[in-house]
């Protein structure tokens, strides 16, 4: 099973790479959301330069951050892995429509192949984003600021909690992939899913600043844990021993999380290719 699913991931993400049209749009995007979400929502614009209270609320409401951009890069890093894990089943369905899936189905391969190939193709693509979003934070002025005691087990763990993000989003949207019949049914089922998904997260701004409501759901959500732990390396560096716990806890969650939908999402690809 993992020659198979090895082999149709590399066909994909070939013809991923080829395909100028579908590479491009994903680097332009990276820098837009990163200049467009750091300008446009930026609280400290609203206080004037080199003032008090704009590192105090950058102190007090973003964990610390030396700029908005160093809060906001992990958010928006979950933004492209939600979009790029909702919509990189079109290429699924692409494969129903024009025959090949039925192809798979027919020929000598465990089934568990197809849809964890649609899994790993996917989360190599949107970590491939991912990566290059941190560049492109890093290297904007005023951007992106790493404390000086950032090494590379802490880069290790902040692309981990996004590697847990992903695959178990990457699941859920590839057993819907498999389970669609037209690209008009994956839109309209991922577009009614991502913007409650990301907006009822921290990714843009603390939910502290939430009502009560959205603020239970937002501290239950994979994506504000997912934040959460990446912040407080992308903040702190070294973290204090409170720090490490929820640094721990979050990324205990996410593994839970990852093994939940991982299995919700393999059950339901499974029965839906069972159906063809």
Known sequence: MINETLVLSAR????????????????????????????????????????????????QSFGGAPTYITYLTAGVICLILVFNMAFGGIDLVLDRQLGFLSTLLTAPIPRAAIFLSGVVQNLVKAMFLAFLTFIIALAIPNGLELPSSFGALDFVGVFLAFALLGLGLSSVFTAIALSVRSIDSLIAIVNFMTLPLIFMSNALFPSTSFPDWLK????????SKTNEAARLLIING????????????????????????GLIGYFAARKALSAQ
Not at 33 to 42: C, E, K, P, R, V
Request: no cysteine; net charge positive.
């Open 238 to 261: 070294n973290l204090s021993s409170s720090q490490l716990s929820t640094f721990t806890g979050d990324m205990l969650y996410l593994l839970g999380f990852v093994v939940v939908f």
């Open 12 to 59: 994909a993400l070939k013809k991923w790479i080829r395909n100028p049209a579908a590479v491009v749009p994903g680097l332009v995007t990276s820098i837009f959301y990163i200049a467009l979400f750091g300008s446009s929502f930026n609280p400290t614009n609203l206080i004037p330069s080199g003032s008090v209270g704009t590192q105090t609320i950058l102190q």
């Open 216 to 223: 239970a759901i937002a501290n239950v959500n994979p994506i």
